[in-house]
């Protein structure tokens, strides 16, 4: 039977290419893919989408994607069997081990893991057989001061504050550009459509050097110079205190450090931070007011203030300003996730609360935050004779393109003695590695949005079945096998140990806990009850039947099921909004919400001892809505057209500079730099200049044939990997001092 003789079959899943989570219709015809839309019947999404959903296809029959393991022999690379590749990851890893020990080895993550079941759940095993402490992840080039201020202020990093933008009057958008993103450390599908909503109701306020689609779109734009958000916020708190605007709201009984808060901000007037920050003080006690005034308000800040020196303070002072106008866990305000995977059962305030820099770096010095070491240290750690890294597992990560200082990774990694990459593509990364193992498509392999869904504004749930059954290795059986390896079991050992130990001990885990509506139960019962299930599909099933609106595996006969979502809710169950946390959410060891952590404290003496800026250029970055990173550049249709990868100059200072409109810029900074198409525009203010990030595919070995068609310039050749955010080791993407000259 040929493909048109074969009658098309629909399929529903959620797009696992940004943090949205948007719903897909796929229709299918045998082995083909003939239509992606967005899902008009997913509760959640509504049928929206961005240009990137529709590209799945594409992205599952690119001619680049590897589908076997290849191996780096002096002959060039070759195709390998899965047993030839896990027996060659043993034979370089176990004399690294021997000679130099667990230290020596170090894994490295990217955030497509969190955007892939097998990923979410099977890297853990990695993480535990590789007994190491050099650990590395995205979350420091990106959101780790958000963990951090979470983490000392309520006791819970991984506990987003999540802008209640459905419900809200008034909504404070700082260095985030969500009309474009998609959101980020929030899931909302179709941030357009709400954010418009909104501006019809109240309004919505940008922070931005860059008049980005979102500030378009907002009521008000007001442009900052880089880096300076900290200093501006904290002169919206210090109105609040000065003005007498202060409202603790319901949690007046459980938030401490008011009065300390008043005497750390008492220096930040309006009038004293206008001048670094280039907003009138008047203008900044406008805002303070219209925000304290507001029926509900919801400050939100992400890349743009958290990538900069002072990362975490920004993050901590957006979430003052929320908690200091009884907008925190208040709807309309901030709020907290509340899954369906969650047991949200009464509770009491307070726990063992947030520990920083448990051990540190031996060759930066640097301390660890949530178990990670700082990105920007990485090729410190290869490279010093203090480092102990001699081999490196790097899960779907590329940080020779998106990590600091990204030419001395790029060389650094040359001198490992082994390099496992799991990623699909030869990337900049994937062709230094001594081995390469690819994932599945995103269309043969089963998703969930365990990661994401604690993020979403509402309690939601959807399963997406693969639309392809494939024979190819999972990665699931990927990472168990890997995590054999590490853990010294051999190459041939079987990846069921592995799965089997995970699934036992979740079990075993919820079963202890007099909380769980399981406590007590027969551990082998619950497992037979999940024995059907494939090993990812037995994780999620568990997770939604112990969590608030599961069925306790029979307890609670009409509660959720995996196999009941699946049959019932093909497009998704919605369980409802955001519910309030506080104060039983509250897991510091005071048991109230700490406005003035000790940390915190300390690094606000940092803040007061930096000098007003210097003249010169700075340089921020910029999202596109149809590439995420460097993703989706190897997709035709979302690169062709208008060149994006452009450097953004200001009218006067292309005149200036004397850079001519279309003409290329040389862009210098410490560490390196870059031949830049100039676009010259007045949507960044003067003095910025701008550069998008995940580009560079110039480079000899990288086999994306369709990105090299366009390659554009590695914005992190740029990047210094100098300075960071002291707190949570995050790296400075934002507000690099530079210097342009015309090429």
């Given amino acids: 039977m040929t493909t048109a003789e074969v009658e098309p079959t629909l399929h529903y899943r959620s797009c696992p290419l940004c943090e949205a989570c948007c719903g897909l219709e796929i229709t299918r015809k045998g082995d083909q893919i003939v239509r992606i839309r967005g899902d008009q019947n997913d509760p959640y999404s509504k049928g929206f989408i961005c240009p990137k959903g529709s590209t799945l296809k594409q992205l599952h029959d690119d001619p680049d994607r590897l589908t076997s393991p290849k191996i780096r022999t002096d002959d060039g690379w070759v195709d390998a069997t899965w047993d030839e590749a896990f027996a060659e990851i043993e034979r370089r890893l176990t004399p690294v081990l021997d000679e130099h020990g667990r230290q020596a080895l170090s894994v490295v993550l990217g955030n497509p893991s969190t955007h892939n079941l097998g990923g979410m759940i099977y890297g853990r095993p990695v993480l535990m057989a590789a007994g190491t402490r050099n650990i590395f992840s995205a979350s420091t080039v990106d959101q780790m001061p958000k963990h951090v201020s979470a983490g000392l202020m309520w006791g ?260 490992l003695e082994l390099l496992v990459v799991v990623d699909p593509y030869m990337t900049a990364t994937a062709k230094r590695a001594h081995v390469v193992l690819p994932p599945t498509s995103a269309l043969e392999r089963s998703h969930y949005d365990l990661v994401f869904e604690s993020a979403m504004l509402r309690a939601f749930a959807k399963y997406s079945p693969p639309v392809f059954d494939t024979d190819a290795m999972r990665e699931e059986e990927i990472l168990s096998r890997l995590a054999l390896v590490l853990g010294g079991q051999g190459a041939d050992a079987d990846p069921q140990t592995i799965h089997d130990l995970l699934i036992a001990q979740m079990v075993d885990s919820e079963v202890a806990k007099p909380a769980s509506p399981i406590h007590g139960r027969d551990r082998d019962e619950i497992l037979a009850a999940l024995a059907t299930w494939t090993w990812s599909e037995q994780v999620i099933d568990f997770k939604l039947r112990v969590g608030r609106f599961g069925d306790h595996f029979g307890a609670t006969p009409d509660g959720i099921t995996l196999q009941k979502l699946i049959e019932e809710h093909p497009h998704g169950r919605d369980f409802g909004p955001l519910q309030q946390r506080f104060p039983g959410g509250i897991k510091t060891a005071s048991g109230t919400v700490e406005l003035a952590p000790e940390p915190i404290v300390a690094d606000m003496a940092r803040l007061a001892a930096v000098p007003e800026p210097q003249g010169g250029l700075r340089l921020i970055g910029r999202r596109n809505l149809r590439t995420v990173n460097s993703w989706m550049h190897n997709v035709n249709v979302l690169i062709k057209g208008r060149e994006q990868c452009t450097l953004q100059v200001h009218p006067d200072d292309a005149a200036t500079l004397g850079l001519a409109p279309e003409g290329k810029a040389i862009v210098r900074s410490r560490v390196g730099e870059v031949t830049a198409p100039v676009e010259v525009t007045d949507a960044v203010m003067p003095g910025v200049v701008c550069l998008p990030h995940g580009w560079g595919y110039e480079e000899d070995g990288i086999e994306m044939h369709t990105a090299r068609s366009r390659p554009g310039v590695n914005s992190n050749a740029l990047t210094d990997d100098a300075p960071l955010d002291l707190l949570s080791g995050n790296a400075v993407l934002n507000g690099i001092p530079v210097e342009v000259v015309p090429a």
């Fill in 156 to 415: 819970r990093p991984d506990m987003f504050p999540l802008p209640d933008v459905d419900n809200t009057d008034y909504m404070l958008i700082i260095g985030a550009n969500p009309w474009v993103s998609n959101g980020s450390l929030v899931t909302a599908p179709d941030f357009p459509g709400r954010l418009t909503a909104l501006r019809e109701r109240g309004r919505v306020v940008v922070v931005d050097p860059k008049r980005t689609k979102t500030a378009d779109n907002a009521s008000e734009h007001l442009a900052i110079r880089p880096g300076t958000d900290t200093w501006w916020l904290l002169g919206l708190v210090h109105t609040l205190f000065d003005e007498d605007l202060v409202d603790l709201g319901r949690l007046a009984d459980h938030v401490s450090g008011v009065d300390q808060v008043r005497e750390l901000v008492a220096d930040y007037s309006p009038e004293t931070v206008a001048q670094r920050c280039g907003i009138d003080a008047a203008v900044t006690r406008r805002i303070a007011r219209e925000f304290a005034a507001a029926d509900s308000a919801c400050a939100y800040g992400r890349m743009g203030a958290h990538t900069t020196e002072f990362g975490t303070l920004a993050s901590w002072a957006t979430d003052l300003l929320n908690a200091l106008t009884a907008n925190l866990d208040e709807p309309g305000g901030i709020m907290f996730n509340s899954s369906p995977t969650q047991l949200l059962g009464p509770s009491e305030p307070g726990g063992r609360g947030f520990e920083l820099g448990r051990w540190k770096g031996p060759a930066s010095g640097f301390g660890e935050v949530k178990g990670e070491l700082p990105a920007a240290t990485l090729a410190q750690e290869i490279t010093d004779p203090a480092g102990e890294i001699k081999a490196m597992i790097v899960l779907a990560c590329n940080p020779a393109r998106s990590f600091p200082n990204s030419d001395r990774i790029a060389d650094a990694l040359e001198e």
